[in-house]
């Protein structure tokens, strides 16, 4: 009966789902988790019914078994792991396992820093972030330094499954440290997928589409998740109300 850190569970209307990790290894000054615990398309008044729940302490970590039941009842073939980190989870690796058991491809949202060899091998796809390619500017904004996490790019960018992503974040990583990062990414390898995120807290989607087309010329698969007619509400998982 091993418990894991996943608290959270959605699913969107391709049938796949999300699930968020309690916990990080890192303290990012922009982190949406710090914005709230929930996935930030659910309604506001269920959120404030979610965080109700999780200060009153009636808000349980699953068991391995019980993600893969929900999941199971809910028809989901393909599961986003994310949070938080999913990687400081113990329990990970026995999760990924049982799910691809059950057909269930796993992708993985990480900052890269723990991955190893077996986990890359194990899931469908990872969405690797990194925040800064300056070594003070992620101290900075993370609290650790970014030499593990770009020799762990280097070392996994070969896999075929890496997807790197980073935040904009107005006064604190603008299209100046973005074009660091996709030259650091492009001698890696040149045809790597760049994903760019605006910042949940402030989108300023302007200056992202206009770093974006900067960046498509060092890395021509940059892009950044639009929503189709406005974003779209997820059905809640758990916990179960």
């Known amino acids: 009966f091993k418990v894991t850190k996943v608290y959270h569970m959605v699913q969107f209307k391709d049938g ?7 916990g990080c290894n890192w303290n990012c000054s922009f982190c949406v988790r710090k914005v709230g615990k929930w996935d930030f398309c659910l309604p506001d008044e269920l959120k404030r019914v979610l965080d109700n729940l999780w200060s009153r302490g009636e808000v349980e970590f699953l068991s391995i078994e019980e993600v893969v039941e929900i999941l199971n009842e809910n028809r989901v073939n393909l599961a986003f792991l994310g949070g938080g980190e999913p990687t400081v989870d113990g329990e990970l690796k026995s999760l990924v396992e049982r799910l691809k058991k059950e057909n269930i491809d796993v992708w993985l949202l990480t900052n890269g820093e723990l991955l190893d060899e077996k986990l890359v091998d194990m899931v ?13 500017l992620h101290r900075r904004i993370t609290g650790v330094s970014n030499l593990n996490i770009l020799e762990n790019f280097r070392r996994f960018a070969g896999s075929g499954k890496i997807v790197a992503e980073t935040v904009y974040a107005e006064n604190i990583v603008e299209c100046d440290e973005i074009l660091k990062i996709a030259k650091f990414i492009a001698l890696v390898d040149p045809n790597i997928r760049f994903r760019i995120d605006p ?14 087309e900067k960046t498509k010329k060092i890395l ?16 809640l ?3 179960r109300l």
């Not at 990872?126 to 390619?133: D, E, G, H, Q, R």
């Not at 892009?223 to 974003?231: E, H, L, P, Q, S």
């Open 16 to 22: 796949s789902a999300y699930l968020l990790f309690n």
């Open 124 to 136: 469908k796809g990872i969405t690797f972030s990194i925040k800064a390619l300056d070594d003070a």
């Open 199 to 212: 910042l949940v807290q402030n989108p300023v989607y302007s200056k992202v589409d206009e770093c974006i």
């Open 220 to 235: 021509p698969n940059t892009y950044r998740i639009k929503a189709n007619g406005g974003v779209e509400t997820p059905k």
């Open 237 to 239: 998982l758990y916990p």
